[in-house]
Each structure stands twice: as structure tokens, then as C-alpha cells.
């Protein structure tokens, strides 16, 4: 498979994919009992992994959604930059990120300690897949889909310079 000037091979089927959701969300309902959590999705990544998560959620919960840039093409810039707010008041509220991938960990860290300061009641993450570097740094992430080396990936929302974000599976960068 080819996006622009790069060649991908497939790495998580869409079949693995919907068991490991199904699972989180199993996960999840168990913990959050009794709560009513507001779902954070990370625009925009996290989209179709939210949409799948959420289907499977029993627990009543609502939804917010966050957008935030931080890489251009397939390197992080280290640089932030909020482009949409969330719009719900967040105060007292049991808050959960869903999160497409945590590679450093620097977007979710700044967004987690950015949530706290506004007094919610209980800040967590989920994030599909996460990748070396935050595992290495212990990166707060509570759920986790799958973990991956430094791989480049697209598919299921994630994407190369805008494209491959349509792919039901998860594919990761050939070397040249
Ligand atoms: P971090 O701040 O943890 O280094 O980067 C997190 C964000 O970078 C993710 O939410 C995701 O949007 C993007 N990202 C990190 N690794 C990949 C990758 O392998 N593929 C794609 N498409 N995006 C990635």
C-alpha cells in the first residue's frame, strides 16, 4: 500500500481492532459504575476509534471534543497549539482523553495538566496505541489498546499528511 511517497504494510487488522475496543469499553464501564464521564476525543486521529468505543459504552457519558496540532508529516514538532476549545464545563466532572496514539506523550501530558488545573474531579486516558517513547517515560495513560515500537502508523483514523484516515486497518511505514 502506497500513500504519496511512501509504502505501508498492513499491522493491526480491523477484526483485532474490534476486539481490543470491545475490550476497553468492557474496562471502562466496570470502572466508571455509578459515573457519568465526559469523553475528550482529540480531533483529529482520534475519531473513528472514539466513534467504535463509544458504541460499545453502556455507561450514560458525554461527549467534547478537542482539537490540538502537534506534527507535520511524520516527526513531532514538540509544539502545541489548541485550534478548537472543549465547550462543556468541565468543572467536578469525571473527565476521559481519547487519545488515537501517544508517541512522546508531550500532547496528552500538556492536555491532562492543562484538564486538572480546571478543577475536574478525575482526569484519565485512553489511547489505541502507544509507542515506545511514553512507555519508556511511564506516560499516564490508563487504558491501552496496543502497544508499538517507533513505528510510523496510519489507518483507523490516524494519517499521512492528511491521507490514509478512511483505512479500516492499521498499517505501518516500509523503509525505503
Ligand atoms: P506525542 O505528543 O505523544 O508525541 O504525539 C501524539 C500525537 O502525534 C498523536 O495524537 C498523533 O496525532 C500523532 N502521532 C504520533 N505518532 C503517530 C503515528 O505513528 N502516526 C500518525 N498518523 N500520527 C502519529
Known sequence: ?????????????????EERVTALAAQIDQDYKKKSPILLPILNGSFMFAADLMKHL?????????????????????????????????FNQDVLIIEDIVDTGLTLQKIMADLRSLGTKSVEAVSLLRKMPAREKKIDVKYIGFDLEHEFVVGYGMDYDGLGRNLKD???QLEN
Open 1 to 17: 500500500m502506497k500513500i504519496k511517497d511512501l509504502k505501508f504494510k498492513k499491522l493491526i487488522t480491523a477484526g483485532t481492532i
Open 58 to 90: 453502556i455507561l450514560p457519558c458525554r461527549v467534547s471534543f478537542v482539537k490540538i496540532s502537534s506534527y507535520a508529516g511524520t516527526a513531532s514538532t514538540g509544539q502545541l497549539k489548541t485550534l478548537i476549545g472543549h465547550d462543556e464545563s468541565l
Open 170 to 172: 492499521i498499517y505501518k
